[in-house]
């Protein structure tokens, strides 16, 4: 398998792969949409939090990989810009409003005739930006990869052409027991 079809396999996996995640956060919402229709109330659907719940959740796991790409390695610290700028925009645009409109649709007034049009939206640019935050990690991913590769190749090595070692992970100081536990 040359190249171009290893990046092209890379890539159909990934999509697969996020939607399969998208699916599974959907998939209580329909079985909800579903009950509501068997029910005759599928506008009420609209109506109520549950597009606004499912956006929340997508906005938070988009933060995630978003955070995931910023950390992912040290060397890509020339896109945290980009980074932080995608996670401010997914607060502000999905995970803000649809927090507002979780905590409004419980309170228990009727709801305003364009929630039903602004909950669908919200939805659908929180997977947007989930989608986004996927591809963005899996980038920076295979950048920093590369990054580790071209290292490699230039020299970049310690004795017997092994690369250089990972930083130690974090030393967390032990209980003494004295404290009383």
Same mark, same amino acid.
Request: proline residues 5%; glycine residues 10%.
């Given at each position: 398998?040359?190249?171009?079809?290893?990046?092209?396999?890379?890539?159909?996996?990934?999509?697969?792969?996020?939607?399969?995640?998208?699916?599974?956060?959907?998939?209580?919402?329909?079985?909800?949409?579903?009950?509501?229709?068997?029910?005759?109330?599928?506008?009420?659907?609209? =109506?109520?939090?549950?597009?606004?719940?499912? @956006?929340? /959740? +997508?906005?938070?796991? %988009?933060?995630?990989?978003? $955070?995931? !790409?910023?950390?992912?390695?040290?060397?890509?610290?020339?896109?945290?810009?980009?980074?932080?700028?995608?996670?401010?925009?997914?607060?502000?645009?999905?995970?803000?409003?649809?927090?507002?409109?979780?905590?409004?649709?419980?309170?228990?007034?009727?709801?305003?005739?364009?929630?039903?049009?602004?909950?669908?939206?919200?939805?659908?640019?929180?997977?947007? =930006?989930?989608?986004?935050?996927?591809?963005? @990690?899996? /980038? +920076?991913?295979?950048? %920093?990869?590369?990054?580790? $590769?071209? !290292?490699?190749?230039?020299?970049?090595?310690?004795?017997?052409?092994?690369?250089?070692?990972?930083?130690?992970?974090?030393?967390?100081?032990?209980?003494?027991?004295?404290?009383?536990?």
């Amino acid at each position: 398998m040359n190249n171009n079809d290893h990046q092209e396999h890379n890539a159909l996996s990934m999509m697969y792969g996020t939607y399969a995640d998208i699916l599974f956060v959907l998939f209580p919402f329909l079985v909800i949409a579903i009950q509501r229709m068997w029910d005759g109330n599928l506008y009420q659907t609209l =109506l109520r939090p549950d597009l606004s719940i499912a @956006a929340a /959740i +997508l906005a938070g796991l %988009a933060i995630g990989k978003f $955070v995931l !790409g910023l950390v992912i390695h040290r060397d890509l610290g020339r896109y945290k810009e980009r980074i932080v700028f995608f996670i401010a925009l997914t607060l502000f645009l999905v995970l803000g409003p649809a927090i507002i409109l979780i905590l409004s649709l419980s309170g228990g007034a009727k709801a305003p005739g364009f929630v039903a049009f602004v909950q669908p939206v919200l939805l659908i640019v929180a997977i947007s =930006l989930y989608t986004t935050a996927v591809s963005i @990690a899996n /980038i +920076l991913g295979h950048s %920093a990869q590369n990054l580790a $590769v071209t !290292g490699a190749e230039n020299g970049h090595t310690t004795g017997a052409g092994r690369q250089q070692p990972r930083p130690a992970p974090l030393d967390l100081p032990r209980r003494t027991g004295s404290d009383g536990y």
